[in-house]
């Protein structure tokens, strides 16, 4: 494993705060932009004339491309680097939101939703961005604040996009508005101190052999960037020219095939469960809470909202929660899953309202702390040089709990409206006797077959 740990002199350095501050407005934008209009996006489609077949169809193409393209991104950032991916990336996904803007027929808007769907990963490669930049003891606690910065633009973003679908065409103020965003956030991503980010990341481990482009002792071409002047890479972070096409493609190829031969199936599996069993939670709450508990929509919606916020303030608990457990990452995730399994369990047999407030508050910092802990999981075992790909990774396996939750949920829902969490908490289950099972290997093995290939 490629134990990524910063030298004394770069503990607490100013220029990386400001860095990793940076950092968490692109992810707070980000998702301010995309909340905009997720809400409003089956309503413009149906508007648009289609039926509600078509409309289930047209929404499902973001996910399926989302699917199989973030391991690709995923790994091509970490061979062109994070500056190249992150803003083709975010200038990409403004052309798509611009293009939904002027969408006036089903056909563009299915058109517009294509590059977003293949490019929209401005927050993974953020994320890989960060765990290049900070040691491995100080990863759960900048994971953590980003994810609250990206849940509180997720909170507010609605608010505005409701108030700008009041007036007339609304929609595409909108759309346009979250292109914008995406616009603002390619020029802060452009304007960023690369060239100190290079020697932050540099200073970290120069022996590491991460392949971002400011994060390497050793650049993809294979001369030593720490040879060369501190002030000539401040002023040319990228002082060799980029790869041809045909080796990043062969790069992308093989750091993929890694990832699928690799040893980390146990921790795959675990994302995929424990993300179907929080999706069927969330997947009938408003229609159970209104059969179970005659609660109208207005209070159902508080509920929820209660919870968002709840999520995006559990973030900042992360930190001190992994200290508590002295990084022991492993124990987290087991813990925070029999804990998110409990909480599941306890809504799917709840008999009052009071009950499910108690769950939601705990549910939220059970899962938060539970993805953070997979993730870094995943970064620690698959080693520094593939954070992208491995994030990536984890991001399909994400969407394919997305396709497979709403299925599954229709399915159990025509036994009850406790069937989704019911079949949540068995999933959860088989996830907490993996954990059992494959921990003590992880122990015993230290490293995996994949990071000794990467290294």
């Not at 996006?41 to 199989?68: D, E, N, R, W």
């Not at 292109?179 to 481990?205: Q, R, S």
């Not at 001190?320 to 409990?342: E, G, I, K, R």
Request: glycine share 10%; aromatic share 8%; net charge positive.
């Amino acid at each position: 494993m490629n134990n990524h740990k910063c030298s004394t002199s770069y503990k607490k350095p100013r220029g990386r705060t400001k860095i990793l501050h940076c950092i968490y407005v692109v992810g707070f934008m980000d998702l301010f932009g995309v909340s905009m209009i997720i809400p409003l996006l089956s309503h413009h489609v149906k508007a648009l004339g289609a039926s509600p077949i078509v409309a289930g169809i047209v929404g499902s193409t973001y996910g399926v491309l989302q699917l199989f393209s973030s391991t690709i991104v995923g790994s091509w950032s970490d061979v062109v680097g994070r500056r190249q991916s992150l803003l083709t990336c975010l200038l990409l996904s403004a052309f798509g939101y611009g293009l939904l803007g002027m969408s006036t027929s089903i056909a563009l808007f299915v058109l517009s939703r294509v590059p977003v769907g293949l490019f929209k990963h401005s927050l993974s490669i953020c994320r890989a961005l960060l765990s290049d930049l900070v040691s491995e003891a100080e990863r759960p606690l900048v994971m953590g604040h980003f994810n609250a910065a990206s849940s509180v633009g997720f909170i507010l973003g609605p608010v505005v996009g409701g108030y700008l679908t009041e007036h007339e065409g609304g929609f595409y103020t909108s759309a346009f508005a979250c292109a914008a965003i995406f616009f603002v956030n390619a020029g802060l991503v452009w304007l960023l101190p690369w060239g100190d980010i290079l020697l932050h990341c540099n200073g970290t481990n120069n022996s590491s052999k991460s392949v971002s482009n400011g994060c390497s002792s050793k650049s993809s071409h294979g001369l030593a960037k720490t040879d060369l002047d501190p002030e000539v890479l401040k002023k040319h972070p990228r002082p060799f020219p980029p790869e041809p096409v045909w080796r990043q493609l062969s790069s992308v190829g093989s750091r993929i095939r890694m990832v699928a031969s690799s040893d980390m199936w146990d921790l795959f599996l675990v994302r995929l469960l424990m993300a179907v069993a929080i999706m069927l939670y969330y997947s009938n709450f408003s229609l159970a809470m209104e059969e179970r508990f005659a609660l109208k929509p207005k209070t159902t919606g508080y509920l929820i909202s209660y919870g968002s916020t709840l999520g995006a303030l559990a973030g900042f608990l992360v930190g001190p929660v992994t200290q508590l457990y002295s990084n022991n990452m492993a124990t987290l995730l087991l813990h925070s899953t029999l804990l998110t399994c409990l909480l599941i369990s306890l809504y799917a047999a709840a008999q009052g309202v009071w009950q499910v407030l108690l769950t939601s508050t705990f549910f939220a910092i059970s899962i938060t702390v539970g993805r953070t802990s997979i993730t870094d999981l995943e970064l620690r075992r698959g080693g520094a040089r593939a954070s992208g790909t491995l994030i990536g990774a984890g991001q399909s396996v994400t969407a394919v709990g997305r396709v497979l939750a709403p299925l599954l949920s229709g399915v159990t829902q025509e036994f009850s409206p406790c069937g989704p969490p019911t079949l949540g908490v068995l999933l959860a289950l088989v996830a907490v006797g993996v954990l059992l099972v494959r921990i003590p290997k992880w122990n015993k093995t230290g490293t995996t077959k994949m990071a000794t290939k990467i290294e």
